[in-house]
Structure formats: C-alpha cells, structure tokens
C-alpha cells in the first residue's frame, strides 16, 4: 500500500521560510519523478515543482528562485525548500507520485498517488 504522508506546513509571516517533507512508503513508480502541488480556496490545483529520476527540477513561474525542490532517496522523502513566503503563497500543498509501471507524463491527471496535504498560511 502506497502513502505520500506531508509535514511541515505552519502560518508564517510574508518573507520567512518553511521546508515541507513528504515522507512516501510502498512501491511508486522509481523511475518517474515528483512533485509538489497547491490548491488555494477556490483555485484549481496547480503544479509548484517537479523533480525528475536525474535530478533535474521544473519551478513554476511563482516559485522560481525562492523554492526549492530536494529528494533524499534514502529516506524516502520529498523536500520543498519555501523562502521569501507571500500571501500569495497560502494554500494546501500536496505531494504527488505516479504508480509504478504507469505512463511518467507529467500532467495532474496521470499522478495516481497523493498525499492528505499539509497547510501553508502566509500572513502580511
């Protein structure tokens, strides 16, 4: 049985940092990548980061140069890195992963696997 389990969400105030963690456990597909998702009250799901199997990693627009996305194969988690937080950054973060042997495409409608999230708060 596969869970993404996420930690490290609090309320902040505008400019200061949290790391997330997503600890995963069962068999997901090692050979696609992660990523970290958000969804703001009201606002459809939208993507923050991705981590591909070499390393390389894919920022929206938003996040770039103030989040940053880790792996630390060994102990199975998922990192995100948030500095220089801002209102616009509260929502509810989820981890995602895709099912081993399924397609790697990076879309939300092909990650089968999602954590319970975590709540971020940013305030001014």
């Known amino acids: 049985q596969v869970q993404l389990v996420e930690s490290g969400g609090g309320s902040v105030l505008a400019g200061g940092s949290l790391k997330l963690a997503c600890a995963v456990s069962?068999?997901?597909?090692?050979?696609?990548?992660m990523a970290w998702y958000r969804q703001a009250p009201g606002k459809e799901r939208e993507v923050v980061s991705r981590?591909?199997?070499?390393?390389?990693?894919i920022y929206a627009e938003g996040a770039q140069g103030r989040f940053i996305i880790s792996q630390d194969n060994a102990k199975n988690t998922l990192y995100l890195q948030m500095n220089s937080l801002k209102t616009e950054d509260t929502a509810m973060y989820y981890c995602?992963?895709?099912?081993?042997?399924?397609?790697?495409?990076?879309?939300?409608?092909?990650?089968?696997?999602w954590g319970q999230g975590t709540q971020v708060t940013v305030s001014s």
């Open positions: 069962g068999n997901i597909a090692e050979t696609c990548g």
């Open positions: 995602a992963a895709h099912r081993a042997g399924s397609s790697c495409a990076e879309d939300i409608r092909f990650y089968s696997y």
């Open positions: 981590i591909k199997t070499d390393g390389s990693t």
